[in-house]
């Protein structure tokens, strides 16, 4: 966004710091929550069925897949209003400046399921004054592999922002339906500057 590109003698930036956004909940449909930096003042929880597809129309799926799936992409995947449509969205007020992201993204997100496992995904997007949603940045965890080791994840002043998953026999976690659990979601680092 910033059409320039920025050197640094480490990475993430030296200047770089992790803030923290929650996210607000909203009973109904379409399931259209707010982000914001507030902490939320009561528990409200979104409902939406599983829709394993879903993954398939990210950037992410193209990385993941070495650029092999990049090349049969729908159209989806250079827009996610269309993906929206069947997840939990929550989008911010407008920016009243601009925002740089430079780096790493957690996603920390409490769930339940009806299911003995499931997929937790996080999008990014930035939505323009057209309302086209351009995707970011994304990132997916299984929730019985969603365990990390402290000692090898990322941490900025104080707030996780890359866990490490081992993806081991041991670290599996066993999912009891409609009992909470919490997935730390590596969101693939971005850089952007957004309006």
Not at 48 to 62: E, K
Not at 91 to 107: R, V, Y
Request: overall charge negative; some cysteine; charged content about 15%.
């Amino acid at each position: 966004g910033a059409e320039r590109y920025v050197t640094a003698a480490d990475w993430p930036h030296p200047q770089a710091k992790a803030e923290t956004f929650y996210l607000h909940g909203q009973f109904g449909l379409p399931l259209f929550g707010k982000i914001s930096g507030d902490a939320p003042t009561s528990n409200k929880q979104t409902s939406l069925l599983q829709t394993p597809v879903n993954g398939l129309c990210s950037a992410s799926a193209s990385q993941w897949t070495a650029g092999v799936l990049g090349l049969i992409l729908p159209p989806c995947s250079a827009q996610d209003n269309v993906v929206n449509l069947l997840e939990a969205v929550y989008t911010s007020e407008p920016l009243e400046e601009d925002m740089a992201i430079n780096g790493p993204i957690t996603g920390q997100i409490w769930a339940s399921t009806t299911a003995l496992d499931t997929n937790v995904t996080v999008r990014v997007s930035v939505v323009g004054d057209n309302g086209i949603a351009r995707p970011l940045t994304h990132g997916i965890q299984m929730a019985s592999m969603s365990a990390f080791d402290a000692s090898k994840s990322r941490f900025m002043n104080g707030k996780l922002i890359q866990p490490w998953h081992p993806f081991s026999a041991e670290s599996k976690r066993s999912i009891s339906p409609l009992t909470a659990f919490r997935a730390d979601v590596e969101v693939f680092p971005t850089s952007a500057l957004i309006k």
